[in-house]
């Protein structure tokens, strides 16, 4: 499977939730510190992690996460500041921390 930038390169930015109004600015900067500082760190033999999803929505991350099994989890971009969004599968549904 190809991970060479999950839901990052392939997406156009239609706004972003949680948008400070400039959710294209701030993709691009969350993009450049992401891929100058980050990206080194995550890459397992030229590829991301399954676990990494890029820049995914909430709703997105539920979506996938919806039919999983109880302590599955996925890592994101955040669309409001720079760092990432961890979502995992409980008992009670999808959570999201930051």
């Known amino acids: 499977m190809d991970h060479s930038l999950p839901a990052?390169?392939?997406?156009?930015?239609?706004?972003t939730e949680g948008s400070l109004g400039t959710g294209c600015r701030h993709r691009e900067m969350a993009l450049?510190?992401?891929m100058?500082?980050?990206a080194p760190l995550?890459?397992?033999?030229?590829?991301?992690?399954?676990?990494?999803?890029g820049f995914i929505t909430r709703r997105d991350a539920e979506e996938v996460l919806r039919d999983k099994e109880m302590?599955?989890?996925?890592?994101r971009l955040?669309?409001?500041a720079m760092g990432y969004i961890l979502s995992y599968r409980s008992v009670v549904?999808?959570?999201l921390l930051s």
């Open 8 to 15: 990052v390169e392939s997406q156009q930015d239609h706004g």
């Open 36 to 38: 100058e500082t980050q």
């Open 71 to 75: 302590g599955c989890f996925l890592i």
């Open 78 to 80: 955040s669309d409001k």
């Open 93 to 95: 549904g999808v959570v």
């Open 32 to 34: 450049k510190w992401f």
């Open 42 to 53: 995550i890459l397992q033999e030229g590829n991301f992690p399954s676990w990494f999803e």
